[in-house]
């Protein structure tokens, strides 16, 4: 009876075993429905201390069709899903504020050290790429060079899209001095301040890398 008992018991044991990774998957396929729906907010569930403003309503650009420097279309779609740093510039001319954007993310995704190439950098902007300049202050004048030169040499991994018509961040939580973070399914979820400390957005960056797997 006790052997019998023994067997019976063993079976469920392994029944269970086996059952664990189907239930894992459907666990999974579960939350990233709710939240690809954006009814469950990830980042606040998982309890991170984010020096970030989450964006309450945030704009899913993954399928969203830019203009790429060889004028051929391009999206979020076409590359390897990844976190992105998203800076969005107005104008013809990247500005001081707009260089210091693009030298911090810079620094930030280098620190992040072994799981950088988790993290993809792009820079939107709402006129040809070709003619825009971007503006250094000096010890005492601006030097004005051509945005494609500074790109080539100082950021390569950057990569330059001329948007559309549709809004890429909604009005509400547009702001100057401020850079996007996008998750890998495309949500633009996150905006940082310039002045936020580097060391408390690597924080962010290392919990959500740790959190998203992959």
């Not at 992105?84 to 993310?105: I, P």
Request: hydrophobic share 45%; with cysteine; charged share 20%.
């Amino acid at each position: 009876m006790t052997q019998h008992k023994d067997q019976r018991g063993g079976r469920t044991i392994l029944l269970l075993i086996a059952g664990l990774p189907v239930t894992m998957i459907l666990a999974a396929t579960w939350l990233w429905y709710f939240v690809e729906r954006g009814d469950i907010d990830i980042v606040s569930a998982l309890g991170t201390a984010n020096s970030g403003e989450i964006l309450a309503n945030p704009v899913n650009i993954r399928s969203q069709s830019f203009t790429a420097n060889d004028g051929s279309v391009t999206s979020l779609d076409a590359l390897e899903p990844k976190w992105t740093f998203m800076v969005v510039n107005s104008g013809e001319t990247c500005d001081t504020a707009c260089s210091e954007l693009l030298y911090l993310t810079r620094q930030i995704r280098i620190a992040i050290g072994r799981d950088f190439h988790r993290i993809q950098r792009v820079m939107l902007v709402d006129a040809p790429s070709a003619a825009m300049t971007i503006v250094a202050n000096g010890a005492a004048t601006y030097e004005t060079r051509p945005l494609k030169d500074i790109i080539e040499s100082e950021h390569p991994d950057v990569l330059i899209w001329q948007v559309g018509a549709e809004p890429i961040v909604p009005e509400q939580h547009l702001a100057e001095r401020a850079w996007y973070l996008v998750d890998p399914s495309g949500w633009v979820m996150m905006r940082y301040a310039s002045e936020v400390d580097y060391k408390d957005v690597i924080s962010d960056l290392k919990f959500l890398l740790k959190n998203s797997g992959g």
